[in-house]
Nanobody
Framework: VQLQASGGGLVQPGGSLRLSCTAS????????VGWFRQAPGKEREFVGG????????VYADSAKGRFTISSDNVKTTVDLQMNSLQVEDTAIYYC????????????????????WGHGTLVTVSS
């Protein structure tokens, strides 16, 4: 599974961006999909994810109330809508796919994801 995250860019504090995750030549209907980010000098951290069955979405505390994950029923794309962006949201954002046994499970651990795409840079700056 080849993933691609897109939609990053430069935005002012308080602004919004919408990131998209797609899989080359297929959908992600059988996968749980997670969004992660990595800022310079920091470890990769979980931002949010959607379960394999699409019914469960979870978010990191830093993302709750500001970020929203959405997808169609077959996960043609998995989008991350980011509102009220702050300087500390600056990072490279990655999407990843996992094949968990449980259809409603979402891992927050990067090492549990089998597939990763190249990231997309989000810079929040005035």
């Amino acid at each position: 599974v080849q993933l691609q995250a897109s939609g990053g860019g430069l935005v002012q504090p308080g602004g919004s961006l919408r990131l998209s995750c797609t899989a080359s030549g297929r959908t992600l209907v059988s996968h749980a999909v997670g969004w992660f980010r990595q800022a310079p000098g920091k470890e990769r951290e979980f931002v949010g994810g959607i379960s394999r069955n699409g019914e469960v979405k979870v978010y990191a505390d830093s993302a709750k109330g500001r970020f929203t994950i959405s997808s169609d029923n077959v996960k043609t794309t998995v989008d991350l809508q980011m509102n009220s962006l702050q300087v500390e949201d600056t990072a490279i954002y990655y999407c990843a796919a996992d094949l968990p046994r449980a259809s409603d499970y979402i891992s927050r651990i990067p090492g549990q994801y089998d597939y990763w795409g190249h990231g997309t840079l989000v810079t929040v700056s005035s």
